[in-house]
């Protein structure tokens, strides 16, 4: 009878200390998990409740299109591609003939003039100018329609320099506009550095002779 008295007293002994001794602390790491909980409840979605630290967004793979039957082509952006060739615009207008008015009067009542002086120059001295001029009246007095001879060389002063088709297709901007068109074209290589009045020889001896200008003076020898 004393035995049993004795060993419940020491069960409820050992029950009072237990239940006095303190809970122990959690590990360093679950606390901090838990004042971040607490401090940022959710934070959107992007905390990992498992063991909070914020969700990485895994890296995106590049975006492919298809543009027609090219097939699969990576997307390029456009601070990377490649740069449009930007056509440039004609330093001069259409109709803006009294720029140059002497130029205006030759045309006026030469236009053949003009052509061959535009066409030497334009295709670098391989026509000269008395064979495009030359070519040009006779085409004018046989069929009376120049134009569809002198706009293949207005195409090709857009191709040399990068204008546009403008203000209309090269052969109705001739075709109802062939003296303006000439004008026009004349001052472009004019404005551009090609003189037209002095020939393709002209403008090639005036570049050499700017060249040796611009051209550092040679070193002289000591004389010892």
């Not at 009072?16 to 679950?30: G, I, K, L, R």
């Not at 901090?32 to 630290?53: A, F, I, R």
């Not at 004018?140 to 002198?150: A, H, R």
């Amino acid at each position: 009878m004393q035995k049993s008295n004795s060993e419940s007293q020491n069960a409820q002994q050992l029950q009072s200390d237990v239940s006095s001794t303190p809970a122990p602390e959690p590990p360093v790491y679950e606390k901090q998990m838990v004042d971040t909980e607490q401090k940022y409840p959710h934070n959107g979605g992007m905390l990992n409740q498992s063991s909070g630290v914020p969700n990485m967004p895994r890296p995106v793979q590049p975006t492919y299109i298809n543009p027609g039957r090219m097939g699969n082509q990576p997307y390029i952006p456009p601070q990377m591609a490649r740069p449009v060739n930007i056509n440039q615009n004609w330093t001069s207008g259409l109709f803006d003939c009294m720029n140059d008015g002497e130029n205006a009067i030759i045309t006026c009542f030469f236009p053949f003039v003009t052509f061959g002086q535009i066409a030497e120059v334009t295709d670098e001295g391989a026509t000269s100018c008395g064979t495009g001029g030359m070519l040009y009246g006779l085409i004018c007095c046989l069929f009376g329609i120049p134009c569809v001879y002198s706009c293949t060389f207005r195409a090709k002063i857009r191709s040399k320099f990068g204008l546009p088709d403008a203000p209309a297709p090269d052969w109705i901007t001739h075709c109802f506009c062939e003296y303006c068109a000439l004008c026009q074209e004349y001052r472009e290589l004019k404005n551009r550095g090609l003189d037209p009045a002095i020939g393709w020889s002209g403008n090639v001896q005036r570049q050499r002779q700017q060249q040796e200008m611009m051209a550092p003076p040679m070193g002289q020898r000591m004389m010892g």
